[in-house]
């Protein structure tokens, strides 16, 4: 007891210490730190994070071990490493600056609601398929690119900065034949328009059919350098396209794209049996609190 008292006593000594700016600093640096995760993770600079990872704790084995020549060629190594770094993310660190140079700085801070993206997602598909439905019709040729995980702002700076909800007669205006951004791609990030007549790389695949146009190749290069969902609708067939992961699904039905939409785009509903599941819980449960209610009175 006496030392249990004694740990007690030490720790609201150190808790006594704590002011309310080292709180204000702890949570600051916290929120730093959970923003740069967010953007390394929805990029691929994931993997050269992990390089760094890995030659950090070389380095330091090295000095551990006493691995003098090692450890001395590393360490010269990680000085121009940090040069490196400010070149390899210059395009992310121009974004941030820009961001907190313009006066739009509320969305650095905003997060949406998994909820909300969601509900956006799911009127964005319906949109998309009415739209592609009608412009394959009228063989109107489109090039729409919906972002997931691996962020797109390299081929956003490629085109015209959006910020609008997706429905499909904006859609039809934005790829009319005449229309300035009928040739570039649009890009859908949380069910929003945020991009378009953007510029997207072509697929390196030799093994391509040869009746796929510059539309189709660049869809499937786009699906091939990242995780997006890329729709395509062809000018000279009208046909409905799909490219992910650089493969190519051809010829769908709208019913079709809604269907293959919604499974890349949306995350998976509960299996039936847990729904079952929790509706008989509940159905168990329901009587027993009437009766208890009853009782009481």
């Known amino acids: 007891m006496e030392s249990l008292m004694a740990i007690m006593e030490n720790i609201g000594r150190y808790l006594s210490l704590i002011r309310v700016a080292d709180v204000v600093d702890v949570a600051i640096i916290a929120f730093l730190v959970y923003k740069i995760l967010g953007l390394v993770s929805s990029t691929r600079a994931e993997n050269i994070l992990k390089g760094i990872v890995m030659f950090l704790l070389v380095l330091w084995l090295s000095t551990a071990l006493e691995l003098r020549a090692v450890s001395y060629i590393l360490s010269h190594v990680a000085e121009l490493g940090i040069l490196a770094l400010i070149v390899l993310f210059q395009p992310e660190i121009r974004q941030l600056l ?32 009415i739209a592609c439905s009608e412009m394959s019709k009228a063989k109107t040729g489109a090039l729409m690119v919906f972002e997931r995980e691996i962020s797109l702002n390299e081929m956003l700076r490629s085109g015209t900065a959006f910020d609008a909800e997706l429905n499909s007669e904006l859609v039809k205006n934005i790829f009319f034949i005449n229309a300035p951004m009928h040739d570039g791609a649009m890009i859908v990030r949380n069910g929003r328009i945020v991009g378009a ?98 009782g009481k009175e």
């Open 197 to 294: 007549g953007c510029m997207l790389p072509l697929s390196r695949n030799v093994n391509l059919s040869r009746d796929l146009g510059m539309r189709h190749r660049a869809g499937i290069g786009m699906s091939e350098n990242s995780d997006a969902v890329v729709v395509i609708v062809s000018e000279e067939t009208g046909s409905i396209s799909v490219a992910v992961g650089g493969m190519l699904k051809r010829h769908l039905m709208p019913e079709t794209l809604g269907k293959l939409l919604r499974n890349e785009l949306l995350p998976p509903e509960e299996p039936e049996e847990k729904k079952t599941v929790m509706l008989t819980l509940r159905e168990l449960l329901q009587p027993k609190e009437k009766e208890g209610s009853h």
């Open 98 to 129: 820009e961001k907190l140079g313009s006066r739009n700085i509320r969305g650095i801070f905003r997060t949406l609601q998994p909820k909300q993206i969601q509900g956006e997602m799911e009127k964005a598909i319906e949109q998309t398929v």
